[in-house]
């Protein structure tokens, strides 16, 4: 088998060679000296191409290499990541300037988020698709005020984000509105509400007005009719069966507005619980995501709506930004990871996966309907500074649109902090 790699050779002909050196000069300057100086190397290998439908194994599922630098001093971090993927294209996602000062942050740069309870995924925002580049907001509260009834939101947290998307078609400049906010009343039951915009990009009208119809504010009509929202809501509860923890999470995330408030759900549920199974602990779980959409009563909706809009891709870089299944798919998904000793533990999953169910051409992932099973073992083991990852899936079905075909695919991921 063939193994993917990332040739370097024309990276020095790159300006980004400048921005890097800028990023460490800034990262080792005597002026900003600091008792936090961190890095870390790594490097990827893979066999073929394969589905990933959740955040665990997606940061060593790509063939690429490349190396972190990060640095606090006072309120300010810096951290500088550059990444070689392929087709000699070099990024600097994961990259980002924060100032935080109590419990508020304020940031810059190309920041991977999830949004959801689930440890696997979102249907609205996950990390399925690169980091756009974004300036956000982050909030927070420090304390559990149901300890001391000051506050009926108990601790609670609102993140804020504006930022710029790629994609081959579709206007460009596209941008991405986001808003989250998660609050626990109740000792270890969890809210989310959260919201997404696509808006301005081409010619589409970039001004405060249309931040503000973004932000809240009715899209089905009128001049701004263009922009695309996405809005839901999710849950999460953590409670004890026989001494067994296990915690219920779910997310509910409307395609379209009616009334201003979100219609046309997908939806998510799964469960996760920790055991101790001959002395090794484990943590299982099984998940259920269905981005299938049908009519609404007023004929509203209907098949191929998610993700997808007459102005707008839900996409950047190509790549969904929700669930990995994209429009029309439904995955049934059980999973683990267990510890075998202090530096060795594994994980595994069995997927019972439909893609493109209403067999259209126009999908992303596939040009006709797909389904079957994706199965996945993982191994790592880390001593010190030093980790190694690896993984072995078998898919059941091909995906034509991205390249994928059925069978085995072998990963490893090599890391090395200093």
């Not at 081959?168 to 596209?174: D, E, H, I, Q």
């Amino acid at each position: 088998m063939k193994f993917i790699y990332m040739p370097l050779r024309n990276f020095f002909k790159r300006k980004s060679i400048f921005i890097l050196i800028a990023l460490l000069y800034v990262l080792s300057s005597n002026s900003l000296s600091s008792n936090t100086l961190n890095g870390k190397i790594w490097a990827n290998a893979k066999t073929q191409n394969s589905l990933v439908t959740n955040t665990i194994y997606k940061d060593f599922t790509d063939a690429s290499s490349g190396l972190q630098f990060k640095k606090s001093q006072n309120y300010l971090t810096y951290n500088a990541n550059l990444n070689f993927i392929r087709n000699n294209t070099i990024s600097f996602d994961g990259s980002f300037l924060e100032y935080s000062y109590k419990n508020t942050t304020l940031g810059v740069g190309r920041v991977i988020r999830n949004w959801s309870f689930s440890p696997r995924t979102s249907l609205i925002l996950s990390n399925n698709a690169r980091p756009s580049k974004s300036i956000y907001l982050n909030i927070h509260s420090s304390k559990k005020h149901y300890d001391n009834h000051k506050s009926l939101l108990g601790p609670w947290s609102f993140e804020l984000f504006n930022s710029i998307l790629s994609n081959s078609t579709g206007p460009k400049n596209t941008m991405l509105l986001g808003y989250r906010v998660t609050t626990e009343p109740i000792n270890n039951l969890k809210f989310e509400l959260l919201k997404t915009s696509q808006w301005g990009g081409g010619n589409n009208k970039k001004n405060i007005s249309a931040f503000k119809v973004a932000t809240i504010g009715n899209t089905n009509e009128g001049e701004y009719s263009n922009i695309n929202q996405i809005a839901g809501f999710g849950v999460s509860y953590l409670t004890n069966f026989n001494e067994i923890p296990v915690r219920f999470y779910s997310q509910f995330v409307g395609e379209d507005e009616s009334n201003n408030l979100p219609s046309c759900f997908m939806k998510m549920v799964g469960l996760e619980t920790d055991l101790i199974l001959k002395k090794f602990p484990s943590t299982i779980g099984v998940e259920y995501v269905d981005t299938k959409i049908s009519f609404s009563t007023n004929l509203h909706c209907g098949p191929n709506t998610a993700y997808n809009n007459a102005t707008y891709k839900y996409n950047n870089y190509d790549k969904v930004l929700g669930a990995a299944i994209g429009s029309e798919g439904r995955s049934i998904s059980f999973w683990g990871t267990t510890e075998i000793s202090k530096n060795i533990f594994i994980n595994y999953s069995f997927e019972d996966i439909i893609i493109n169910d209403s067999d259209w051409s126009q999908h992303h992932l596939s040009s006709n309907k797909q389904g079957g099973n994706l199965i996945t073992f993982g191994a790592s083991y880390s001593r010190n500074n030093f980790k190694i990852q690896s993984q072995v899936s078998y898919q059941s079905f091909g995906l034509d649109k991205i390249d994928i075909l059925e069978g085995m695919s072998i990963s490893l991921r090599t890391t090395l902090a200093f």
